[in-house]
């Protein structure tokens, strides 16, 4: 969390795509499908779009369901996500 705060404090747009193979997704997506649910906390506080879709079409909730391995943490995620309004 304190490197996404010093990213998002040195302007990195909370909704900027990634390129490469994550390409076309949102730190969003990146910080679901990874299981870092503090950071997703702390991205939703910050009005990331979470209806915003990756390169395969899907979203954050998604990501996060899809997870391999799927761990607390990526379950977290999923609860941070609906919590936050995602369907």
């Known amino acids: 969390v304190p490197a996404t705060l010093a990213l998002l404090g040195a302007g990195l747009d909370v909704n900027a795509r990634a390129g490469g193979p994550e390409e076309n997704a949102l730190p969003l997506h990146l910080a ?47 609860r941070v996500l609906i919590a936050n309004g995602l369907r």
């Open 32 to 78: 679901a499908a990874f299981g870092a649910p503090r950071v997703l906390r702390v991205l939703c506080a910050l009005t990331a779009d979470l209806g915003a879709r990756e390169a395969g079409g899907c979203s954050a909730l998604d990501l996060a369901l899809k997870a391999h391995p799927r761990t607390e943490e990526t379950l977290e995620c999923a």
